[in-house]
């Protein structure tokens, strides 16, 4: 029981949750409820099984990222996080390294199977390479200043960029983009693609560099070149700040549209669950000294992320 536990720990299960999650709402929230008429066979058994399938493959390509990051990170966190290092204490190394083969290649399996049945052919090589990049983040890239935030921002984003693929929707043509040729809006599809992988990916690179502030005394003892180490905490907080104005300032555009729209509820949301928390964090932001202080911003940004994915019900409303 003792080893099950720790194995959760190492894949992260409640992240793993949250990503079957944005997958899920997306998928039946948003795309679904694009459908014009209900055309086509979207609510077919053959096809949620394959969503499902695709949800599974993203689950094992997270899981076994971060089986990896923890294996080569073994000896940071064990400055920055001793009492939650599992590698090598409660997991031997070389089942780690097993576990994150036999994910990785149960992911990709199920990729080609879902392009091979969908004749969605991104899928397939998109998610190889998410394998890779995961691979490379943890060796070299998450010692690199700014790449590897961007790397799992980016990755973040593509949790919901997958589903606009699978679903049948196109890299942007406006001369191929005729709506006689989809079964559902594509503009509205594209549209809300770029809206929550967007807010993913911002809110995704403002907590990896908070995590980068909370980290860096261990970072530092191993010449990571990570951003507050390279330009110093100040700097890293400016810019993390940044981000924050920008992603208040997009959510306030939104809910302005929102409100004038006649959808008070969505409105009202968005500055409860997301503008007034972003304020909050942007206060705490400069407030914090301590290891402590950016753990407890990096958990509200995440609940930020999360109450970002789960507007998406207010689309199917």
């Given at each position: 029981?003792?080893?099950?536990?720790?194995?959760?720990?190492?894949?992260?299960?409640?992240n793993?949750?949250?990503?079957?999650?944005?997958?899920?709402?997306f998928?039946?929230?948003?795309?679904?409820?694009?459908?014009?008429n209900?055309?086509?066979?979207?609510?077919?058994?053959?096809?949620?099984?394959?969503f499902?399938?695709l949800?599974?493959?993203?689950v094992?390509?997270?899981?076994?990222?971060?089986?990896i990051?923890?294996y080569f990170?073994?000896k940071?966190d064990?400055?920055?996080?001793p009492?939650k290092?599992?590698?090598?204490?409660v997991?031997?190394?070389?089942?780690?390294?097993m576990w994150?083969?036999?994910?990785?290649a149960?992911?990709?399996a199920?990729s080609?199977y879902?392009?091979?049945?969908?004749?969605?052919?991104?899928?397939?090589?998109?998610?190889?390479g998410?394998?890779?990049?995961?691979?490379l983040y943890s060796?070299?890239?998450?010692?690199?200043?700014?790449?590897?935030?961007?790397?799992?921002?980016?990755?973040?984003?593509?949790?919901i960029v997958v589903?606009?693929?699978?679903a049948g929707?196109?890299?942007?043509n406006?001369?191929?983009?005729l709506q006689?040729s989809y079964?559902?809006y594509i503009?509205?599809?594209y549209?809300?693609?770029?809206?929550?992988?967007?807010?993913?990916?911002?809110?995704?690179?403002?907590?990896?560099?908070?995590?980068?502030?909370?980290?860096?005394?261990?970072?530092?003892?191993?010449?990571?070149?990570?951003?507050?180490?390279?330009?110093?905490?100040?700097a890293?907080?400016?810019f993390?700040?940044?981000?924050?104005?920008?992603?208040i300032?997009s959510?306030?555009i939104?809910?302005?549209?929102?409100w004038?729209?006649?959808?008070?509820?969505v409105a009202?949301y968005i500055i409860?669950?997301?503008?007034v928390?972003?304020?909050?964090?942007?206060?705490k932001?400069?407030?914090?000294t301590?290891?402590?202080d950016?753990h407890r911003?990096?958990?509200?940004v995440k609940?930020?992320?999360?109450?970002?994915?789960?507007?998406?019900v207010?689309v199917?409303?």
């Amino acid at each position: 029981m003792k080893l099950f536990a720790a194995f959760l720990r190492l894949i992260r299960w409640p992240n793993l949750v949250f990503i079957a999650l944005t997958q899920w709402l997306f998928y039946f929230c948003i795309v679904q409820s694009l459908y014009i008429n209900n055309a086509g066979n979207s609510n077919s058994p053959q096809n949620n099984q394959l969503f499902y399938l695709l949800m599974a493959a993203s689950v094992f390509i997270a899981a076994a990222g971060y089986i990896i990051n923890d294996y080569f990170d073994l000896k940071i966190d064990s400055v920055n996080k001793p009492d939650k290092v599992v590698v090598d204490r409660v997991v031997k190394r070389r089942w780690a390294i097993m576990w994150h083969l036999i994910l990785s290649a149960a992911g990709m399996a199920i990729s080609a199977y879902i392009s091979y049945k969908t004749r969605k052919w991104i899928i397939f090589p998109a998610n190889v390479g998410c394998v890779l990049l995961l691979w490379l983040y943890s060796t070299t890239f998450k010692r690199k200043l700014l790449i590897g935030n961007i790397i799992i921002a980016a990755l973040t984003a593509w949790v919901i960029v997958v589903v606009y693929f699978y679903a049948g929707a196109t890299l942007i043509n406006y001369k191929g983009w005729l709506q006689s040729s989809y079964p559902f809006y594509i503009k509205k599809l594209y549209k809300y693609t770029i809206l929550f992988a967007g807010f993913a990916f911002v809110v995704s690179l403002i907590r990896e560099v908070v995590k980068d502030i909370e980290d860096m005394y261990g970072d530092a003892q191993y010449q990571c070149k990570t951003m507050p180490i390279e330009w110093g905490v100040p700097a890293a907080k400016v810019f993390v700040a940044v981000w924050i104005v920008v992603c208040i300032g997009s959510l306030s555009i939104i809910q302005l549209y929102a409100w004038q729209s006649g959808w008070w509820y969505v409105a009202l949301y968005i500055i409860a669950a997301l503008i007034v928390p972003l304020m909050i964090i942007l206060r705490k932001l400069f407030k914090a000294t301590t290891p402590p202080d950016y753990h407890r911003i990096s958990s509200m940004v995440k609940l930020v992320m999360l109450a970002g994915i789960v507007s998406m019900v207010m689309v199917r409303m």
